[in-house]
């Protein structure tokens, strides 16, 4: 079966979209993202001030989790969970509230990761079937079905081993009209900084607290060889090829990176797949990365948001004292063609924001993609986050007045990687050369 859209380009141009329809089991959504970091509670609030979302849930000692300490932030449909380990001596019974949480296994992955996301949570349909039907087509197992809660309120997690230690979590709900609620699992409660209006649809004010940040576009991920790697994802999930881009396509004259997205049917859950390009003048990024993740992982988050210049503004505002920076800008050169490439959707002042901003923008025959990166988020120059905006793509429904924003609108900055390549590869010459001086 394929699934067809009737798509409305930036330039009022209908185009025609396919989709396979090929998943194993039924995808939602993106859940969560979970962090294991070695002290949750300063990690989370670097998070929270940085990016707007404020803390909204817990489940630490204050709430009877001797085992582990975990803070919940929150953005519209975006949840970000930072985990840490108590010392395993202080009880002898797990009080654990993420049951499959491991004291041994999150101090070997912190000390071998530092600051990395060990697990990403989705949504589905039933994770009991996600779990059985992903394990019969070669997933490898790492955590068996377990239900937490009861009756209407209880709600089923999974866990199975996406790349190296990084865990792609099943989490499905007996009554789904629960959803997101403010306690998040059982085990949790709620802080004081959680919002009054706790709703998944993005609102037309803002908290006070608020970047304007509002759900998960898509995870990337790198790995030292793609063809294994995307097999592997396809072979239990059925996810579909979205997008592929080239080193040839993408690449500098000195690094490079061959990619490929794969989507799941409502291609609302997406995950971009990197390898390294070898024999190039410069190591790739995508190697520098793995050597300094000691492994495969997440490289980067890409955050979906309403006004883009409103977050970055509001960003930048932060990232002298405990926020993000981010990576160097184009040259100016690159927005001289800026008129040309998006006139017909930006406006004047819209790109003018995009140069003061350093926000890159792409178009594919669908939409306009407007994009930026931070620098890494830790110590490492591993994962880093990207800031996105799609413009265009509605798509209507049954040919009804029911409209919404096609996923992936405007594609994955394919005109626009080898620019953020460049702006890498200057700030590792920085590195390298302070390495020197010192």
């Known amino acids: 079966m394929r699934k067809e859209h009737e798509l409305v380009n930036g330039n009022g141009v209908t185009a025609r979209h396919y989709n396979p329809m090929s998943d194993t089991f039924s995808v939602q959504r993106f859940h969560h993202i979970e962090f294991w970091c070695s002290d949750a509670t300063t990690t989370s609030n670097r998070f929270s001030w940085a990016l707007g979302m404020p803390i909204v849930a817990k489940s630490d000692l204050f709430t009877g989790n001797t085992s582990h300490a975990s803070y919940l932030?929150?953005?519209?449909?975006?949840?970000?969970?930072?985990?840490?380990?108590?010392?395993?001596?202080?009880?002898?019974?797990?009080?654990?509230?993420?049951?499959?949480?491991?004291?041994?296994?999150?101090?070997?992955?912190?000390?071998?990761?530092?600051?990395?996301?060990?697990?990403?949570?989705?949504?589905?349909?039933?994770?009991?079937?996600?779990?059985?039907?992903?394990?019969?087509?070669?997933?490898?197992?790492?955590?068996?079905p377990v239900?937490?809660?009861?009756?209407?309120?209880?709600?089923?997690?999974?866990?199975?081993?996406?790349?190296?230690?990084?865990i792609l979590r099943y989490i499905s709900y007996t009554n789904t009209t629960v959803g997101y609620t403010s306690t998040f699992l059982p085990g949790f409660e709620p802080t004081l900084q959680q919002i009054s209006s706790f709703e998944l649809e993005p609102t037309s004010s803002y908290h006070n607290q608020d970047c304007g940040i509002r759900r998960l576009d898509h995870v990337a991920i790198n790995v030292p060889e793609l063809a294994s790697a995307v097999s592997y994802l396809k072979s239990f999930t059925g996810f579909h090829e979205f997008a592929e881009f080239t080193a040839k396509e993408v690449g500098t004259n000195e690094s490079g990176l061959?990619?490929?997205?794969?989507?799941?049917?409502?291609?609302?859950?997406?995950?971009?797949?990197?390898?390294?390009?070898?024999?190039?003048?410069?190591?790739?990024?995508?190697?520098?990365?793995?050597?300094?993740?000691?492994?495969?992982?997440?490289?980067?988050?890409?955050?979906?948001?309403?006004?883009?210049?409103?977050?970055?503004?509001?960003?930048?505002?932060?990232g002298g004292v405990g926020g993000f920076g981010?990576?160097?800008?184009?040259?100016?050169?690159?927005?001289?063609?800026?008129?040309?490439?998006?006139?017909?959707?930006?406006?004047?002042?819209?790109?003018?924001?995009?140069?003061?901003?350093?926000?890159?923008?792409?178009?594919?025959?669908?939409?306009?993609?407007?994009?930026?990166?931070?620098k890494p988020l830790g110590d490492r120059p591993t994962i880093f986050i990207e800031i996105i905006q799609r413009i265009g793509c509605i798509i209507l429904v049954n040919d009804d007045t029911k409209i919404h924003q096609k996923p992936g609108c405007g594609g994955f900055g394919k005109g626009n990687i080898s620019e953020l390549f460049k702006s890498v590869e200057e700030y590792e010459k920085m590195l390298e050369a302070n390495s020197i001086l010192s």
């Open 73 to 144: 932030l929150r953005s519209g449909q975006l949840l970000f969970l930072f985990t840490a380990p108590y010392s395993p001596t202080i009880t002898t019974t797990s009080t654990a509230s993420i049951p499959t949480f491991s004291h041994s296994a999150c101090q070997v992955f912190t000390a071998s990761h530092g600051l990395a996301v060990r697990s990403i949570a989705i949504e589905v349909e039933d994770a009991e079937l996600a779990y059985s039907v992903s394990v019969f087509h070669g997933a490898k197992p790492s955590s068996s």
């Open 147 to 166: 239900t937490l809660g009861e009756g209407e309120k209880a709600i089923v997690l999974a866990e199975i081993q996406l790349y190296n230690d990084v």
């Open 258 to 318: 061959s990619s490929m997205v794969l989507a799941s049917n409502n291609e609302m859950v997406m995950f971009g797949i990197n390898e390294p390009v070898y024999g190039t003048k410069r190591r790739s990024q995508i190697q520098t990365f793995l050597e300094h993740n000691e492994g495969p992982g997440i490289q980067h988050l890409a955050l979906e948001s309403e006004d883009i210049f409103w977050t970055v503004k509001e960003m930048k505002r932060r």
């Open 326 to 374: 981010f990576m160097p800008p184009p040259p100016p050169t690159y927005y001289r063609n800026l008129q040309k490439r998006a006139g017909d959707v930006l406006t004047d002042e819209q790109m003018k924001e995009c140069e003061e901003f350093g926000i890159l923008v792409d178009r594919d025959h669908e939409g306009i993609l407007l994009q930026v990166f931070t």
